[in-house]
């Protein structure tokens, strides 16, 4: 299912470790649903270059729960645009 970023972000998680928070929203037979995406990182500088690859107004592939579709998730696997954390291609 194809969602579009609203807001990205880093913030501090557990441990003081950066966390990439993305916020998305998409539509399912004319419901609308809002999401959220955390991923943790060890260097604030691969956090942030997460960040900037999912801007707001990005495109996101989620998938969502069959039984009920307001429950998403988001893997990097799915997502059409290579991501390049710390030289490293996820």
């Not at 990205?8 to 809002?34: D, L």
Request: glycine share 6%.
């Amino acid at each position: 299912m194809k969602a579009t970023v609203t807001k990205a972000f880093c913030s501090t998680g557990a441990f003081a470790c950066p966390v990439a928070e993305v916020h998305y929203e998409y539509s399912v037979a004319g419901q609308h649903y809002t999401g959220k995406h955390e991923r943790g990182f060890i260097w604030s500088s691969s956090a942030e270059q997460y960040v900037r690859q999912l801007a707001p107004g990005a495109n996101l592939t989620v998938r969502l729960n069959p039984e009920d579709q307001a429950i998403s998730t988001v893997l990097d696997r799915d997502q059409i645009l290579p991501y390049t954390v710390d030289k490293h291609t996820l």
